[in-house]
């Protein structure tokens, strides 16, 4: 039986900076934001937007534009590492921003919940999802991304922001894509990006792994609880790697292939958290698939061969192929975190559409990462009425609409000091600010749809 993607939604943040007036401003060199990471934009949440509006407005356009039953709809399963509260999840904030909507009690019937490993989140709910539809194939579900990706000023991380999310309906028979039941997985607990909830004491991650240098620079104490993460940009990047290589050739293994993998997908879907990520990050299992290297990761020359690979006229053509596709909106938006792997689909798809090209069939590859780390490599088939599927989602042209605000704006948004909507919207829900105006409702947030 077939199981995957039905409808996709999604909805992201309709601010943003250009990336070289942040350059400017950073004293960075544009050309390495824009073509060495592959940045364009950078979208930021408007003051109205929190995560749960983001997901509220996902899920209601999917809901609207796909003409839901909501009585059909068994579960409601969130991914997300930008919570908003330790007890209540996100999911519970969206059931009853729904029934706000579409009535109360229409959603009564439906498990809720989140699903929170940094940004392999999402996927994890979808593959929880399709094992439920699997075992129940008339019952339909939904998966909902929701993250701010926000960094502190001046970080590293500064120019991968980004915030949105995506729903999407999965079903047996699915209209978009039916993923194979071969999910890779590779595990291991790491320090490489995290948000603690309480000071943890740096005692208690020394050691973890090999990027002690970075732990001894930290303060004692990590202060908390903040938006944004702890990180180690480049030891993220060798965790991406590591995980990512090694659930890709348990996935061989699991197909029990001989060939090259990747050379059966059409195109390639990874997690992007800013849109270079994947090209930057594969030229190893690129090589070491087609065995034109052996592993060796600690020798110099291993790395200084990858280097060489990635630069080669072959990778690009590779990349051109089979990545550009899903790099596309990334660049217009920057890091969704938990949505950044599906919005690479949707990215993806959306190419195909507007150039008219026929995919139903394609085989596309996905490499998924989250922070702490995991990562699950499948694949799915592009199924046959995936462009009607996706007439209502205008993807690109949506992006084209984002407003342009400047550097000082982004910073002041950045630190809060905003009190008015720089794009006040119409027909969403937004966050009422009732919590500034009422000092004694601290943590209390309340959200309303606007006609
Ligand atoms: C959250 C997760 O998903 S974990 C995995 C990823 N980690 C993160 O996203 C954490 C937050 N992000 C970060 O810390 C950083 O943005 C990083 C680590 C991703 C990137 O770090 P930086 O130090 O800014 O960039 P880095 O030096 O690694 O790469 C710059 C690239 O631009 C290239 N570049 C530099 N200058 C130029 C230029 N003038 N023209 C063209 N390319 C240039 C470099 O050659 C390099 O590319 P290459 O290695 O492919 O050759």
């Not at 060199?29 to 949440?45: I, R, S, V």
């Not at 701010?148 to 999965?170: F, H, P, R, V």
């Not at 105006?437 to 959200?447: F, K, S, T």
């Amino acid at each position: 039986m077939k199981v995957g993607i039905d409808a996709i939604s999604f909805d992201v943040a309709k601010l943003h900076l250009p990336i070289h007036e942040l350059a400017k401003a950073r004293g960075i060199e544009a050309a390495k934001l824009e073509k060495g990471l592959g940045l364009l934009k950078m979208t930021f949440p408007d003051v109205h937007q929190d995560t749960v509006v983001f997901g509220a407005n996902a899920l209601t356009k999917l809901i609207l534009e796909q003409n839901i039953n909501l009585n059909e709809i068994s579960r409601i399963y969130v991914g997300t590492e930008s919570s908003i509260d330790s007890s209540k999840p996100i999911a519970s904030f969206l059931v009853s921003l729904m029934e706000q909507k579409f009535g109360q009690g229409c959603l009564s019937h439906c498990d809720a919940v989140d699903f929170t490993f940094a940004c392999i989140g999402g996927v994890d709910a979808m593959q929880n999802c399709m094992d439920f539809v699997r075992l129940y194939p008339e019952k339909k579900a939904i998966v909902v991304t929701c993250d701010i990706a926000k960094y502190d000023l001046n970080s590293t991380g500064e120019y991968t922001q980004g915030a949105g999310a995506l729903a999407m309906l999965i079903t047996s028979n699915p209209s978009i894509i039916a993923f194979e039941n071969h999910w890779a997985t590779s595990t291991k607990g790491v320090f490489d990006f995290f948000k603690p909830y309480r000071s943890i004491a740096k005692s208690s991650i020394t050691g973890s792994d090999n990027n002690e240098d970075w732990f001894s620079s930290l303060e004692t104490e990590i202060e908390i609880h903040k938006d944004q993460p702890v990180f180690d940009g480049q030891y993220s990047n060798q965790c991406y790697m590591d995980r990512t290589r090694e659930a890709y050739f348990l996935f061989k293994k699991l197909k029990n292939s001989e060939e090259t993998i990747y050379n059966s997908w059409a195109s390639i879907v990874m997690h992007l958290p800013y849109s270079f990520q994947g090209r930057r990050m594969l030229t190893e299992i690129y090589a070491l698939d087609s065995k034109e290297i052996e592993m060796d990761v600690q020798s110099l020359d291993y790395q200084n061969k990858l280097k060489e690979i990635g630069k080669s006229e072959a990778y690009q053509n590779f990349v051109t192929e089979k990545l550009q596709p899903a790099e596309i909106a990334s660049s217009l938006i920057g890091n969704l975190y938990t949505g950044s792997v599906f919005m690479g689909l949707l990215s993806t798809l959306s190419h195909f559409y507007a150039n008219d090209t026929p995919i139903e069939g394609n085989v596309f590859g996905f490499l998924a990462y989250g922070s702490g780390s995991k990562s699950k490599v499948f694949e799915g088939v592009v199924q046959s009425n995936w462009r009607a599927a996706l007439e209502k989602t205008q993807l690109f042209e949506t992006l084209e609409k984002s407003h342009k605000i400047d550097f000082t704006t982004y910073e002041k948004l950045h630190k809060k000091e905003v009190k008015k909507s720089v794009c006040f919207p119409k027909k969403e829900w937004v966050l009422d600010l009732i919590e500034k105006e009422n000092p004694n409702l601290i943590g209390a947030r309340y959200y309303k749809w606007i006609e």
